[in-house]
């Protein structure tokens, strides 16, 4: 009976353990996997994100560079970010506002030269690598050398040329038995 | 003048206030004295074990991550495990400890969950809320965790997805902490309230020889006399259980109050284990590389926070599985719901359905 006086003069003056919602706004956690938000003048098209996306929210079509996002398919599991080559998708702290009817999220993605250069190289290289299926050199030691010299960033462009540089072994073996 | 026995069919569920998730009772009542009744379940059916053969392995763990909203966590740690033992990838120590904790948190919303919504079962709305309340502490740790309330996606083939950092650590021990202290007041409402005793003592009984022959598993058949708790008899590749301490809490009788006796006992125990893991946190990479795609079978055994969830997945050297067989613990613990309902009051069946603390998406799958 004391402990329930007690607690009854405690809960008067205690704080609602609730919050008054639109008043008084939970501060976002940082890390908290909320909107989703493609910076589409970073990205490369390399459909990374559609592959790894386990729920088929994320659409690319190559040749308008229409970039779809589907917020009731998205599950927020954050597998995109992860997988995106060039960090340019980002699940912001912050809640979606409501839907009234199903809307999806376009964006249409600028390309610069150089990027278009480098994804006109990589359609070469998929197109080639589906014809060998053995490594072999698809570009020359020089060609090799001089693209290694133009970007400044080497580990760049191992990661986005891939199987350019796979095998310089393969390379320079068959280099001699030419 | 001889009363009349005339039996009268009450449908409880598939949709009812009183129920979580759809699960439909037929039951036969005498007066208020239930004398037959069938379960039917499949009312979530997703086909999520078809659609694990559509994925390709790595994408899985989110989609067995949502086969259940509360033990995500133990789904997904299951199928990588699984998966790990087929592909004989080395998980890291650190890895397995934040495993550890983030499983031993979800053990702690959701025993706080069922605890609330068996107070709720029986009218209890006061217990219930501050059950919850407190609650929210585990949920709140979770974001910062990993990012979400719910579907934390912590897991990935060869380790986790994110590191704990010392910041991280710290607020885990401080919410444990505030936790121990606010649920020391519930725990006391729970094993010693003359309400909650009433309407929980010698109710929904199951005999540690039924339930041996219904084969439960997790609290229920630990209430029931059942040592059984993965944790401790589990193979050493889970987790990171073989470092820590702890003893699997047993009680006697097999009613209600019994379970909730052993689930209250888990939340202490959980705290515990958190904080020995924590303990034993070192520096060191979080995940291991995975090359390949996985051939041959493997199973997994996880203590889920309702009991041992197993899984099964058959690999044929592609990035699709070919079969992956999930077998929850609802799923073991329903049909042993007939042999407590039968013989009970009406009133009583509420609260018994809570207490085996039936997961009815992890069920149908």
């Known amino acids: ?9 405690k809960n008067l003056f205690k704080k609602p353990a609730t919050l008054r919602y639109p008043y008084e706004k939970r501060p976002p956690t940082p890390g908290y996997r909320g909107r989703f938000e493609l910076i589409p003048t970073e990205c490369i098209m390399c ?16 040749e308008t560079k229409r970039y779809e996002y589907d917020p009731l398919k998205c599950i927020g599991c954050g597998y995109c970010v992860e997988r995106c080559p060039k960090d340019c998708i980002e699940l912001k702290p912050e809640y979606t506002s409501p839907m009234t009817s199903h809307q999806k999220q376009e964006w249409t993605i600028t390309l610069t030269p ?8 990589k359609e070469y290289k998929d197109q080639e690598y589906a014809r060998r299926t053995k490594c072999t050199p698809l570009v020359s030691a020089e060609v090799q050398k001089s693209l290694l010299e133009r970007f400044s960033d080497r580990q760049k462009l191992i990661a986005s040329l891939g199987s350019f540089i796979r095998c310089p072994e393969d390379m320079i073996k068959e280099e001699d038995e030419e | 003048m001889a009363a009349s026995t005339r039996v009268s069919v009450v449908p409880l569920g598939a949709q009812h206030p009183v129920l979580p998730e759809p699960v439909a009772l037929k039951l036969s009542l005498e007066e208020e004295k239930v004398v037959d009744v069938s379960i039917t379940v499949g009312y979530c059916h997703r086909g999520i ?3 694990a053969e559509m994925n390709d392995f790595k994408q899985n763990v989110f989609l067995c991550g949502r086969v259940c909203g509360i033990c995500s966590h133990h789904h997904t740690t299951s199928y990588s495990d699984a998966i790990e033992t087929m592909m004989k990838i080395e998980v890291p120590e650190r890895a397995k400890l934040i495993r550890t904790i983030v499983a031993e948190l979800e053990r702690l919303h959701s025993h706080t ?8 079962a029986m009218g209890y709305e006061n217990l219930f809320m501050q059950t919850w309340r407190d609650r929210e502490i585990v949920m709140d740790l979770f974001e910062i965790i990993s990012g979400n309330r719910v579907h934390y996606d912590i897991n990935q083939i060869g380790g986790v997805r994110r590191d704990i950092g010392y910041d991280v650590v710290k607020k885990i021990e401080k919410g444990m902490d505030l936790l121990e ?10 094993l010693d309230d003359p309400t909650f005793k009433k309407r929980t003592k010698g109710v929904g009984v199951l ?3 039924e339930a041996h022959t219904y084969g439960v598993v997790g609290p229920v058949a630990r209430g029931s006399d059942i040592p059984e708790d993965v944790r401790a008899s589990g193979d050493e590749n889970y987790a990171a259980y073989k470092d820590l301490h702890f003893t699997p809490q047993v009680e006697e009788d097999g009613d209600i109050y019994s379970r909730t006796k052993v689930r209250v006992r888990e939340v202490f125990q959980s705290i515990d284990l958190i904080r020995q893991a924590i303990g034993y946190l070192r520096d060191g990479p979080i995940a291991a590389r995975v090359q390949g795609n996985p051939n041959g079978e493997a199973i997994a055994r996880v203590e889920a926070p309702r009991g041992e969830l197993f899984y099964y997945a058959k690999g044929n050297n592609t990035k699709n599985l070919e079969r992956v067989k999930i077998r929850t613990p609802s799923f073991v613990n329903i049909p042993a719901l007939k042999y407590m309902i039968i013989g009970e009051e009406f ?3 509420p609260v018994i359905i809570a207490s085996i603390d039936p997961c009815l998406s992890c069920t149908d799958r």
């Open chain 1, 1 to 9: 009976m004391v402990e329930m006086i007690k607690n009854v003069f």
């Open chain 1, 114 to 121: 150089h990027k278009e250069a480098v994804l006109s190289l």
């Open chain 2, 113 to 120: 969950l069922i605890l609330g919504l068996t107070a709720d």
């Open chain 2, 49 to 51: 074990e078809k659609a």
């Open chain 2, 347 to 349: 009133s009583a069946v």
């Open chain 2, 181 to 190: 202290e606010r649920f020391n007041i519930l725990a006391k409402s729970y």
């Open chain 1, 47 to 62: 459909t990374m994100c559609e592959k790894s996306c386990p729920a088929d929210a994320i659409k690319i079509d190559k």
């Open chain 2, 207 to 209: 005999s540690s020889a």
